[in-house]
């Protein structure tokens, strides 16, 4: 492989990813590897930059996470952020100390912009800070070139050894201009050309799949979901009818999504491949009975819709391959993304057929964000609506519906959500929104209707803007929709008698509302 590598060495940070992500951005290709990957190996890769991430330790500590001295003398830049930056500092004779203070948020770094890092840069941005220990001595022969009210080594480099570290951390949204910095330490010091583009990805990804898997059987979980259905064609497209899919309806799916699933998917669709769709509504709606803590619910679903795919499959045979939608997100908050930590279990990810037979998993978008996956999409030739589709996530509305889950509640909630999202789409907002949904909040509360009182729920309306989904906000819709969509809700939907409108955050609050 002659293309040009970024490596990012992984030390247990939440935003390992992103980091990638932007490299990929710079259109230059990236690859993931955990602090403890032999130096033969990265230097076998002939990386064109070295990127060390953020994490949990404190680099002066025993056992703290680290990497071998020598990856500062190969010729190859070296970035470090947070985490990253003490560490190259600590060993190569600095000082990082614990502040008496954490600094966190948004923080107002004064750059040099004589640094190419900084290049282009203004002289005052706004940074995301995330930090206990910092750099209080900067190491020998580096220059400091940015500084914050509370951090005198805000960043520092030594160009002749093309050495870079960095307190704050570039690959979030909220250093207004890190992506420029992150380009400009990719592009300009590590002299990449970017000549890496997804139509690259979606190549490689179909010929890798079909070396992998020959003549072989391939077996895909299909949801519906972008993700699932996304590589699901990419599996087609590769190996066509040696791949079935296996669509479970659980009966938390949206209002007529299960068809609509069909329709694209099934014989009369568009693709080549083996379609078998299992209708179990009741058999999910028996096990979640008398089930209320959100945990657990997503732990029920995710092993009875093993145990129906497990009987699908048993029908079928032995099979070579299993495929999985898996996306990164999925893997970093299931804590399986490298030296991270868990966030919450992940229906798709980590629950996996005990009784399949089959060899091997092909997750061929493990390493790409959401919208990255859209892309893929369409560099296939999905239809935009099913690529633009809104995340839905595997418990589906199992984790929407608050306290237990019932073919009633399951209805009340279907129902609100195609109002409210029949709405949106007519106020014309569909595209600009990123994810939109009803929730059953367990809540019933005094009303009245008519003449008479009622004792009815409540439903939580849910929007938010976001691009990796890591973070989010939640979107300001025009007070005369949610009113039109209340008022829908209440007179349309039985059971309902209050409409709520969420608009807390990620981080604090989740996307979801579970
Ligand atoms: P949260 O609620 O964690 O959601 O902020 C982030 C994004 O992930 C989706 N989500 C899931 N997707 N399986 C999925 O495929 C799941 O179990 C799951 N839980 C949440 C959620 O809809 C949002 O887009």
């Keep these: 492989m002659d293309k040009e590598l970024v490596i990012v060495i992984d030390f247990g940070g939440q935003y390992n990813q992103l980091v990638a992500r932007r490299v990929r951005e710079c259109n230059v290709y990236c690859e993931i590897y955990s602090y403890k990957t032999e130096l033969e190996k990265i230097k076998a890769m002939a990386p064109k930059g070295i990127i060390l991430t953020g994490g949990p330790s404190s680099c002066y500590e025993e056992g703290a996470a680290t990497c071998s001295e020598e990856l500062f003398k190969l010729g190859i830049p070296v970035l470090g952020l947070c985490y990253g930056a003490q560490l190259m500092s600590h060993m190569l004779g600095g000082r990082v100390e614990r502040a008496e203070v954490r600094e966190y948020g948004k923080t107002e770094v004064k750059v040099d912009r004589t640094s190419a890092l900084f290049s282009d840069v203004s002289e005052n941005t706004i940074c995301w800070m995330s930090h206990f220990d910092y750099i209080s001595k900067e190491a020998p022969g580096f220059r400091i070139v940015a500084s914050t009210k509370n951090c005198p080594v805000a960043a520092a480099e030594c160009v002749e050894r093309g050495l870079y570290a960095i307190q704050f951390h570039p690959e979030v949204l909220h ?284 439903i939580a309306l849910r929007a938010v803007n976001t691009i990796d989904f890591m973070t989010a906000e939640s979107a300001q819709i025009p007070y005369e929709v949610l009113q039109k969509v209340t008022s829908r809700i209440i007179n349309e939907v039985g059971h309902v008698n209050r409409v709520l409108y969420d608009i807390t955050s990620k981080p604090p609050g989740t996307i979801e509302f579970e």
Aim: with cysteine; proline share 3%; charged share 30%.
């Design 175 to 458: 250093t207004l201009e890190g992506s420029k910095m992150l380009y400009n330490f990719v592009r300009n010091i590590c002299g990449c050309t970017g000549d890496w583009k997804m139509e690259a990805f979606v190549e490689e990804a179909v010929n890798s799949i079909r070396e992998k898997v020959g003549s072989g059987k391939v077996l895909c979980a299909l949801s519906g979901g972008v993700d699932s259905s996304v590589a699901a064609v990419l599996l087609s497209k590769a190996v066509g009818e040696q791949l079935t899919c296996v669509f479970v309806d659980h009966g938390l799916l949206r209002k007529n999504e299960g068809d609509e699933v069909e329709e694209v998917f099934g014989s009369e669709g568009n693709y080549d491949l083996n379609f078998i769709r299992v209708n179990a509504q009741e058999r999910f709606y028996g096990r979640l009975a008398g089930v209320t803590e959100p945990e657990s619910k997503r732990k029920i679903i995710g092993e009875e819709f093993i145990r129906v795919f497990e009987e699908e499959a048993k029908k079928i045979g032995a099979v070579d391959f299993l495929v999985q939608g898996t996306i990164y997100p999925d893997v970093v908050e299931s804590g399986l993304g490298g030296e991270s930590s868990v966030i919450k279990s992940h229906h798709n990810v980590g629950g996996l057929p005990d009784y399949v037979d089959f060899k091997e998993i092909i997750e061929p978008l493990r390493n790409l964000f959401k919208d990255e996956v859209r892309r893929v999409g369409l560099e296939l030739g999905i239809p935009e609506k099913l690529v633009y589709r809104q995340p839905f996530p595997g418990p589906g509305l199992g984790i929407r519906i608050i306290g237990e889950v019932t073919a009633e509640k399951v209805k009340i909630v279907q129902d609100a959500d195609a109002i409210y999202r029949e709405e949106i789409a007519d106020a014309g907002l569909d595209k600009s929104i990123n994810q939109y949904f009803a929730a059953l909040t367990n809540m019933k509360s005094v009303g009245v209707m008519g003449d008479e009182r009622t004792y009815d729920y409540a």
